[in-house]
């Protein structure tokens, strides 16, 4: 990532100041003139390292020696800085108290002196985002630092990262702050255990006091420790040390969790989905993160973020379990039986909960993501495998042990359908998996539903025509399922879908209860697109309107 993460401070007797900076070079690719000339990764790491510091040196001596005290100065002048080489992209990560190229130095500097003077979050603490396309983009946390000589007991600080490209850096922010802030937290920790052994020693709110105070000198009057340095408010022998390698692998962390991909066309619903979810998951993460300093901690369990993020199981996940494992929908209505599959499906694309009770989690899950593909991703909330029953609200898709009870409530509504599945007394699983599931296992569906299943919905007779038909092979099934769920959730007019689907006969009930349980998992920037589109009397070609007449 094209970033550079620098550690700011508010001096007291020259204002801010930026105290540790930490930058990523990459390597230069060698062109055809400097074929013969040796590359800066050529040389051995110890000459390279020292290099580096020389010219860190010869721009911290831009700053005059005048102007820095001891608070204002992380490394001693004659420091080389610290260098850390990513071994597996050759990129480099160098630390020292300053940037060192020149023109990095009045963009960090202009960072250091927004961050801690104009532009400031309420209450003075906490993530800012600022910046323009000449002076790069800035996201900076500013915070507190305890000190007992310092006015008001605490001393201001504020970690920065800037980069010019905006869009990533946003899309970055939940993970920097919380990262960021596990940092910070540890500083400010570090620095409360020392404030608080120096007020055991010495009061100092008392001396003060007692005191006569006088503006002109009160620097003076505290024995000239009106800057401290950050190594003395910790105590912390390693600390610059320890920074280098939290930026350095902020950096590297930062620059790798995000990759471009080219897209033909459109994001898909599922694509907008899987990225809103992703984004609230680490939103909630970070919140959970900064109420855990303020004391409150919500309860463990599974919150409906945390459920959705199993929506596909993939082949890694259900390798880690051993026995057998379905394989496609056509292999789940073989071992099912068409009627019972029907059943299920039905039960599926309606939007009830669906339950599987049995002693094999990866033969559930394997199911589940077989029954997953009929669905829209927003449709989808699931908990794999669970030692007590979850009720709807929170999942449409559930696993449960054999001996968990079926609530009297679900087991009697029509809304929902139960597979229990049951061992035969002698079955041993080979080694490979696969095993005939028909000889191991025994599936019952039960279901309080007495509306019948074997009109519509027009998705379902369509989708056994394709997997009674041998010829067919499962990815061409997979991609006609994909085509009609487009069509079914970009279509403006339900009679114009019903009417295409030929579905305007027996079963259009069914075909009008899916179309209302679809609409739900239409992602919020759809859902903003079309209220805009409705409110303002016009219709996107490309994503068109919510369907009417439901």
């Known amino acids: 990532m094209n970033a550079l993460v620098a550690l700011c401070h508010f001096c007291e007797l020259h204002g801010p100041r930026t105290l540790f900076c930490t930058e990523a070079l990459h390597p230069p690719s060698p062109s055809p003139s400097q074929a013969g000339a040796p590359l800066p990764g050529d040389r051995d790491r110890d000459g390279d390292r020292e290099g580096e510091g020389l010219t860190m040196r010869a721009n911290s001596s831009a700053t005059q020696r005048g102007d820095m005290c001891e608070g204002c100065r992380s490394l001693p002048a004659s420091h080389p800085g610290f260098v850390s080489i990513d071994d597996e992209t050759g990129i480099r990560f160098l630390s020292h108290q300053h940037p060192r190229q020149p023109q990095l130095f009045s963009v960090v500097r202009q960072a250091c002196v927004r961050s801690l003077s104009c532009e400031v979050c309420p209450g003075r603490e906490g993530p800012i985002f600022f910046g323009d396309e000449q002076h790069g983009f800035v996201f900076s946390h500013t915070f507190f630092i305890k000190d007992s ?317 394709a997997l009674s038909n041998e010829n067919l092979s499962v990815d061409v099934v997979s991609h006609c399922l994909l085509s009609l769920h487009s069509l079914f959730t970009q279509m403006e007019d339900t009679q114009k879908v019903l009417t295409l689907l030929g579905a305007t006969g027996p079963g259009e009930e069914d075909n009008v209860r899916l179309l209302k349980f679809w609409m739900t998992g239409l992602s919020k920037t759809y859902k903003s697109h079309l209220m805009t589109a409705v409110r303002g009397g016009e219709r996107s070609p490309s994503h068109g309107c919510l369907p009417r007449n439901l």
Not at 204 to 211: E, F, G, K, P, W
Not at 265 to 284: F, H, K, W
Not at 326 to 339: I, M
């Open 149 to 465: 000589l310092a006015r008001g007991f605490q001393r201001w600080y504020s970690v920065v990262m800037v980069a010019m490209d905006r869009i990533y850096l946003i899309n970055s922010w939940p993970f920097l702050l919380r990262h960021l802030r596990l940092t910070i937290q540890s500083l400010q920790s570090t620095a409360l255990k020392v404030f608080d052994s120096e007020q055991g020693v010495c009061p100092q709110r008392a001396v003060r006091m007692n005191s006569v105070f006088s503006p002109a000198v009160f620097p003076h009057q505290r024995s000239g420790n009106a800057a401290r340095s950050l190594t003395s408010l910790t105590q912390h022998p390693n600390l610059w040390a320890s920074l280098h390698s939290s930026f350095s692998w902020l950096l590297k962390a930062c620059g790798s969790r995000l990759t471009e991909k080219l897209l033909e066309g459109a994001p898909t619903e599922d694509t907008l989905v899987l990225i809103e979810r992703q984004t609230e998951q680490e939103e909630e993460m970070s919140c959970w993160e900064g109420a855990e300093g303020g004391g409150s901690r919500p309860p463990r369990h599974q919150s409906e973020s945390e459920l959705d993020q199993d929506f596909l199981c993939d082949d890694a996940k259900l390798e880690a379990f051993p026995g057998p494992k379905f394989r496609s929908l056509r292999h789940l209505r073989q071992v099912l039986g068409a009627a019972e599959f029907r059943q299920l499906a039905w039960h599926v694309l309606m939007g009830n909960q669906v339950i599987w009770r049995g002693a094999d989690p990866g033969l559930i899950q394997s199911a589940f993501t077989m029954l997953k593909s009929l669905l829209p991703v927003g449709c989808v909330r699931s908990v794999p495998y669970s030692a007590q029953y979850e009720e709807a609200y929170k999942c449409n898709f559930l696993g449960l042990s054999p001996d968990v009870p079926i609530p009297t409530h679900v087991s009697s509504s029509e809304f929902s359908v139960l597979v229990d599945v049951s061992k035969e007394r002698s079955c041993h699983f080979s080694a490979t998996g696969d095993d005939d599931i028909t000889s191991l296992y025994q599936f019952t569906i039960s279901s309080a539903n007495t509306q019948p299943t074997d009109r519509g919905p027009t998705l379902l007779n369509k989708l056994e025509v």
